[in-house]
């Protein structure tokens, strides 16, 4: 176990490496500076300024400082749109607010997606499963950014229920609509994975030895189905937490939320590399930590796994 | 000892019918995606929209650039879909007629998500193919390769592809293309390496058949099922890319428009009572995606009969 960890770790910081020279690298390529304006800065004031930022020195030491800073000082550097702010306070400004809406989104989705697709397995070609295939199909083709401006008029406009944007880390009825939003379409995919795989787990061996040594139906389903049946969406699990942070982008706009997919944005709009960088390679680190531990679940939930 | 008869007489006619009317797995399949109400209606769905968007353009009284000044200003009361004034869906914002608008969206979406996928099945193939026949230390290399690639936030990286080389459809392209057979050359990999096993590919080996022979002749043929499944589904997935790309404004740049920016300006209007500028896009929108994935869901099932 310890051996695979560590093999797994082996991959995930050359990846993580990679990502910073690699978009380090597209930013230096780039057209055009930071500083490059419509009118034309004095060449002192710009050479202070390159100075100032770093930006004289040769690339391979730029590179170098970048990554040191990030890996010694955990240090971002500063942002080159807002002289008084780095890119860490608006990062830690923007994160906590990702994290908390995100982090509840990934739990519905898993949630309710599980126990969609469970029932409509063992439900199976009931009016409840064609019910929850329907919600599931509606739900992955209608995106988050339909769905989060239907959500504001119903709610917001007619209703009046719940506030129509903004944050506050201590009343749930803000968090309420962006998980909506964000959460759907995964959980429609969970479901229909849960769905299938379900299925198959039902007409397995140990399910038929299970029902015919006399099991009740609910404990041959919670204790011998849902276990195997769990492993397909244990493997989507990477990929839609990282959906969830990218979904924020469409969160943050709609619902001013303030949270690092506007920061995101923000910066692509100002040409702001330096957070744009920070916000990826975060976003990255985030990513790959996840799928490192969404692999270890894997191994503790199936023993056939040998590392 | 005692043989059911009438049991062995049927065994017989079973297996001689086989043999006069044996059928090959793709008169298989296809009678089972015939037979597939489902996926039959995703077809339908998608012939519609293909039709639409070709010859959508023959219909329209307006051209997509052309400003209808009678309208413009007041959008919201004289601009709404109206057989009249030869608006059918009405008007956008400025004036510009939506159904012309929509006919080129539906064009350029269509477009961004089959070349999308079409890449993904030139190079994921090929690079699947080529690491599950070779194996070994090549296979390992490349597989890692492409795990370091599947770990970057891709959607980022398209924004700041975007953002830093200019939006233009030709970047959106590359793009898009540069993170779709990411996924493709996985799935092809795996279905290689059981291929490879196969008694046909060794008896072609022992005569000396070179290698990419071998993959040509005898391996690409038999991935095709896998990779025109996972290709219909990989459409859809890429026009939602794009649509979320240009609904942030940094894909397809005006004159050009898609479905995914036409929405994103309806649910910006929708405030003014402009409804119809949302509601047709969408349609469009969720047709062509519940085509692909009828479709697609439909082409599995029909290739591959047990998973159900």
Not at chain 1, 60 to 85: E, L, N, T
Not at chain 2, 90 to 106: E, K, S
Not at chain 2, 129 to 153: C, K, S, W
Not at chain 2, 238 to 258: C, N, Y
Request: glycine share 10%; no cysteine.
């Amino acid at each position: 176990m310890l051996v695979f960890i560590l093999k797994r770790l082996a991959i995930a910081i050359p990846t993580l490496l990679l990502l910073i020279v690699f978009s380090f690298l597209l930013m230096h390529a780039a057209p055009g500076g930071p500083f490059t304006q419509e009118r034309q800065m004095p060449p002192e004031v710009l050479a202070n300024l390159n100075a100032k930022y770093g930006l004289d020195q040769p690339l391979w030491q730029q590179i170098w400082s970048y990554i040191w800073g990030i890996v010694a000082h955990f240090d971002f550097g500063p942002s080159f749109v807002y002289k008084d702010r780095s890119v860490n306070d608006i990062i830690a400004q923007g994160f906590p607010v990702t994290l908390t809406y995100g982090g509840v989104s990934f739990l519905v989705a898993v949630l309710a997606g599980v126990t969609l697709g469970a029932v409509a397995a063992v439900k199976h070609n009931t009016i409840i499963d064609y019910f929850a295939v329907g919600i599931s199909i509606g739900a992955q083709v209608l995106p988050n950014f339909v769905m989060a401006p239907i959500l504001v008029i119903v709610f917001t406009l007619i209703l009046g229920w719940l506030p129509g944007g903004g944050w506050r880390f201590n009343d749930p009825s803000y968090w309420i609509m962006p998980v909506i939003a964000l959460s759907t379409s995964y959980m429609a995919s969970i479901a229909r994975i849960m769905r299938s795989s379900m299925l198959e787990v039902l007409n397995s061996n140990h399910i038929r030895t299970a029902r015919a040594k006399g099991l009740p139906g609910y404990r041959v389903i919670i204790r011998h189905a849902l276990k195997p049946a769990l492993l397909p969406v244990v493997s989507y699990l990477g990929p839609a937490f990282v959906a969830m942070i990218t979904g924020s982008v469409i969160v943050d706009i709609y619902f001013s939320t303030g949270g690092i997919g506007k920061a995101f944005v923000d910066s692509a709009l100002n040409r702001d590399y330096a957070v744009m960088m920070g916000v990826t390679i975060l976003v990255g680190a985030l990513t790959i930590f996840f799928n490192l531990f969404v692999d270890i679940i894997y191994g503790w939930i199936d023993p056939k796994i040998r590392y | 000892m005692v043989i059911d008869s009438q049991k062995m007489h049927s065994l017989a006619q079973a297996t001689a019918a086989e043999e006069v009317a044996g059928r090959s797995l793709w008169a298989d399949a296809r009678r089972r995606f015939v037979r597939n109400k489902a996926a039959m209606f995703g077809l339908v769905l998608l012939v519609i929209v293909v039709m639409f968007a070709g010859f959508g353009n023959f219909f329209a009284q307006w051209s997509n650039q052309e400003i209808d000044f009678s309208v413009m200003g007041m959008v919201a009361q004289e601009g709404g879909p109206s057989l009249a004034n030869g608006h059918y869906f009405g008007t956008d914002d400025l004036g510009r007629d939506l159904f012309a608008r929509t006919v080129q969206g539906t064009q350029i979406s269509l477009a961004v998500g089959v070349i999308g996928s079409a890449i993904a099945v030139i190079v994921g193939t090929l690079y699947g193919a080529t690491a599950g026949y070779f194996g070994g230390r090549l296979d390992n290399l490349m597989m890692r390769a492409v795990d370091i690639l599947l770990a970057i936030p891709y959607m980022f990286v398209l924004i700041l592809l975007l953002v830093m080389y200019g939006r233009s459809i030709t970047m959106l392209f590359v793009g898009v293309g540069l993170i779709s057979w990411l996924e493709m050359s996985r799935i092809v990999r795996g279905q290689t390496l059981t291929l490879k096993g196969r008694e046909y590919i060794e008896a072609a080996r022992a005569i000396g058949v070179p290698a990419p022979v071998i993959i040509r002749r005898h391996i690409l043929p038999n991935l095709i099922g896998v990779v025109t499944v996972f290709a219909t589904l990989l459409v859809p997935n890429m026009i939602l890319t794009e649509s979320f790309i240009s609904f942030l404004g940094l894909g397809v740049q005006e004159p050009l428009t898609s479905l995914g920016a036409l929405i994103s300006e309806g649910a910006r209007t929708i405030a003014y009572g402009t409804l119809w500028q949302l509601a047709f896009p969408l349609l469009f929108f969720i047709i062509t995606l519940f085509g692909f994935f009828f479709v697609g869901d439909g082409l599995r099932d029909a290739l591959d009969p047990k998973d159900r």
